[in-house]
């Protein structure tokens, strides 16, 4: 399986970052993010809600679904999608990362990236932080 890296944009609302001591994020709700590592051409985000919704685009379609997090776990389901097709480079950027969504279950955030990831620990996508 591809990896796909994400990169973030986090919706500046005060109040709603949730930090450690560290400044570490410690929950996801009401953040944006943006993929990272794939075609230039190509733009992939992500954002949270404060509704457990999981909104982006993947590449080419606009995606959405539902999040739970617990700790440092979160689970992605119900994830549907747009239908309409684009170049194949946004084609297969989007499968990828639709397929990496469907098994992440961790997540960490070190500064401004957001790390997801899957079975035995295994990266399955990196985000930054956008202002």
Same mark, same amino acid.
């Given at each position: 399986?591809?990896?796909?890296?994400?990169?973030?944009?986090?919706?500046?609302?005060?109040?709603?970052? /949730?930090?450690?001591?560290?400044?570490?994020?410690?929950?996801?709700?009401?953040?944006?993010?943006?993929?990272?590592?794939?075609?230039?051409?190509?733009? /992939?985000?992500?954002?949270?809600?404060?509704?457990?919704?999981?909104?982006?685009?993947?590449?080419?379609?606009?995606?959405?679904?539902?999040?739970?997090?617990?700790?440092?776990?979160?689970?992605?389901?119900?994830?549907?999608?747009?239908?309409?097709?684009?170049?194949?480079?946004?084609?297969?950027?989007?499968?990828?990362?639709?397929?990496?969504?469907?098994?992440?279950?961790?997540?960490?955030?070190?500064?401004?990236?957001?790390?997801?990831?899957?079975? %035995?620990?295994?990266?399955? %996508?990196?985000?930054?932080?956008?202002?």
């Amino acid at each position: 399986m591809t990896m796909v890296i994400v990169a973030v944009s986090v919706l500046a609302i005060a109040g709603c970052d /949730a930090t450690n001591s560290a400044n570490q994020l410690t929950d996801l709700t009401e953040t944006s993010w943006k993929v990272e590592g794939i075609p230039k051409q190509v733009t /992939a985000t992500m954002s949270f809600g404060a509704d457990g919704r999981v909104t982006g685009s993947a590449g080419c379609n606009r995606y959405f679904g539902t999040y739970k997090t617990s700790g440092q776990t979160i689970e992605i389901s119900g994830i549907g999608s747009t239908r309409k097709m684009c170049p194949d480079v946004e084609m297969s950027v989007e499968t990828e990362l639709l397929k990496s969504l469907a098994v992440v279950n961790r997540w960490q955030v070190t500064s401004d990236k957001l790390k997801l990831t899957g079975p %035995v620990d295994t990266t399955l %996508v990196r985000l930054r932080r956008v202002k």
